[in-house]
C-alpha cells in the first residue's frame, strides 16, 4: 500500500513537471477584408494600384502565439511600414486594436495588453471575455492536425474605416459617416480548434475551447495558423508586460475615441487652409 500511495505521488508530480515544461509556438497568418469605393475619385488606375498595395501591407499581418497550459503571449511580427502617404497625400483610420504584447492567463481569466497610441504607453489590464461556444458536429484536417468546428456569436461596436485625399467639400457627409459609438453589430465567429493540442487558447482574444485554435473567421478577419512547434529547444518566458499606464479596455477605448475626434476636428480645419483633393472611402 505505502509503494502504492508513494508511486501516485510520483505520478502527479512528474505530470505537474511535464505540464510545466510543456511550451508551444503557433504562427498565424491574418487577413481582414474591406470593400473600396473608388467610384467618382478621378483616380488614375495606377495610384489605385499603389493604394491597394500599400492597403495589402497593412491588412495582411503574422502573428506569434506563444503558449504553455495555463498562459500566452500574443504578438504581431514586425515589418516594413510601406502604408505611409507622400504628395499631400493623407491616410487616415479609424478604430484598430492594440499592438504590442497581449498576455492571456487561462486560470485567472485575465489579460494584460501593452500597446502605444499618440506617443503613450498603455497597460490595458482586464477580465478574459467568456464565450458561449457551440460545438458543431464538422471536423477537417489543418495541416497534420484534426480540427473540431466550434461557433459563437459576438457583439461589437460598428466601426468603419476611411482613407482621405486632401479636403472634402461637403462637411455634413462627413459627419454623417462618424461612427455613432452605440451602434452594436452581431458577428458570428467560426473556429477551429484540435485537441492535439492540450492548451485551451487561440489567436487574438479568443480561448476557452479544449484544444488550440487554428483557424478562425470573426467577420472581416481571418486567421490561419500556417507553423507549430512543440517545446522549442529556446524557450520563452511568458509573463504580462509591465511597461505603461495601467488602463482598463472601456478607459482606454474612451482615450481612443476622445483621441480621434480631436484628430478629426484637426484635419478638418487642415483642410479648409488646403486646396480640395480626392478621397477614396473604405467600408467595413
Not at 198 to 223: C, F, K, Q, V
Request: with cysteine; proline share 3%; hydrophobic share 35%.
Amino acid at each position: 500500500m505505502i509503494l502504492k500511495i508513494i508511486s501516485a505521488i510520483l505520478l502527479i508530480i512528474a505530470t505537474n513537471l511535464s505540464a510545466q515544461n510543456f511550451q508551444g509556438k503557433a504562427v498565424y497568418q491574418t487577413k481582414t477584408s474591406f470593400d473600396m469605393d473608388f467610384s467618382g475619385s478621378g483616380i488614375p488606375a495606377d495610384r489605385i494600384k499603389m493604394i491597394k498595395e500599400r492597403m495589402k501591407n497593412r491588412l495582411e499581418n503574422t502573428y506569434i502565439l506563444t503558449f504553455n497550459k495555463t498562459a500566452s503571449i500574443y504578438k504581431k511580427e514586425e515589418k516594413l511600414d510601406q502604408s505611409g502617404g507622400r504628395g499631400g497625400m493623407r491616410m487616415m483610420m479609424f478604430g484598430g486594436g492594440a499592438s504590442g504584447v497581449y498576455f492571456k492567463n487561462i486560470p485567472s481569466k485575465t489579460s494584460t495588453k501593452s500597446t502605444e497610441f499618440s506617443g503613450k504607453k498603455f497597460l490595458i489590464k482586464d477580465s478574459l471575455i467568456t464565450y458561449n461556444w457551440k460545438m458543431e458536429q464538422e471536423t477537417k484536417m489543418i495541416g497534420k492536425n484534426l480540427c473540431f468546428k466550434a461557433t459563437t456569436v459576438i457583439e461589437k461596436p460598428v466601426r468603419q474605416s476611411s482613407f482621405r485625399f486632401g479636403r472634402r467639400n461637403n462637411n455634413e457627409e462627413e459627419k454623417k459617416e462618424e461612427q455613432n459609438p452605440n451602434t452594436m453589430e452581431q458577428i458570428l465567429v467560426t473556429a477551429w480548434y484540435t485537441m492535439d493540442i492540450p492548451a485551451s487558447n487561440g489567436p487574438d482574444n479568443y480561448w476557452g475551447l479544449p484544444g488550440l485554435i487554428l483557424e478562425l473567421n470573426d467577420g472581416r478577419t481571418h486567421m490561419l495558423c500556417t507553423k507549430i512547434v512543440i517545446n522549442p529547444k529556446e524557450k520563452t518566458v511568458i509573463v504580462a508586460p509591465k511597461k505603461g499606464k495601467v488602463v482598463t479596455q472601456k478607459e482606454y477605448d474612451k482615450i481612443m475615441k476622445d483621441k480621434m475626434k480631436e484628430m478629426r476636428e484637426r484635419f478638418r480645419n487642415d483642410r479648409k487652409k488646403s486646396g480640395g483633393e480626392r478621397h477614396i472611402r473604405m467600408r467595413g
